[in-house]
């Protein structure tokens, strides 16, 4: 049975419809990765739009990229110490190996005009052992050890919580063979002059153990 002239424009209009729907969605390529989304101006409903903020963030190279508060409360851009070699360490205050905060004075005394950049990271993350506020800490380290080297605020440094640092530190993505959990306080990690990573040592390595001077002494060289 043939179909009526209004029919025939009826379904004309719906394809016409359907084909414009189709042409306002475009395939894009977005820092290698191919999105599917509406171009930008395009009136679409709510669903149908794409947040890509997270998607274009360009990858962290260096665990410089990032900042975070010093111990007195001041924002420091961490990417100031690039061209320096920099030793990061969480610390805590009441732990059985506290009293390696006078071992990282002695380093920070005998390389820093050689270019050496301790800065300790106070996190009360195992068995509770830093629970004082960033005043406390610093009082308490002072007072104890005379600890003149960069101390920052109290951070988190396991779990999903954990600061972007140690987010960097630990991702197997960004840190390659020095990744992996944080397993105590005092955990270390050396960073070159072009801030990577250049050793890691657990927490019973001692500040002044041969392998870390050693290893301090090869990055400053370098």
Avoid at 87 to 112: D, M, P, W
């Amino acid at each position: 049975m043939p179909m009526s002239k209004p029919t025939l424009l009826v379904i004309t209009f719906i394809g016409l419809a359907v084909v414009g729907v189709v042409a306002a969605i475009a395939v894009r390529t977005v820092m290698g990765r191919t999105v599917v989304g509406v171009p930008s101006g395009s009136a679409t409903p709510n669903n149908m739009t794409q947040d890509l903020t997270a998607s274009t963030q360009p990858a962290s190279k260096s665990v410089l990229d990032f900042k975070a508060d010093t111990i007195e409360g001041k924002p420091m851009e961490l990417s100031t110490l690039k061209g320096k070699v920099v030793l990061i360490v969480n610390t805590a205050s009441k732990c059985g190996f506290t009293r390696q905060f006078a071992g990282l004075e002695e380093l920070h005394k005998k390389y820093a005009d050689k270019g050496l950049v301790v800065i300790g990271f106070p996190s009360n993350d195992f068995g509770g052992q830093d629970p004082g506020t960033d005043d406390q800490i610093a009082s308490y380290c002072q007072t104890n050890y005379g600890v003149t080297f960069q101390m920052m605020s109290k951070i988190v440094v396991k779990g999903d919580t954990k600061h972007p640092v140690y987010q960097f530190l630990t991702s197997k993505e960004s840190n390659g063979e020095f990744a992996g959990e944080i397993g105590w306080n005092f955990t270390k990690f050396l960073v070159d002059k072009n801030g990577v990573v250049f050793s890691r040592f657990a927490s019973s390595a001692k500040p002044t153990d041969e392998t870390v001077i050693n290893a301090i002494e090869a990055a400053i060289a370098k």
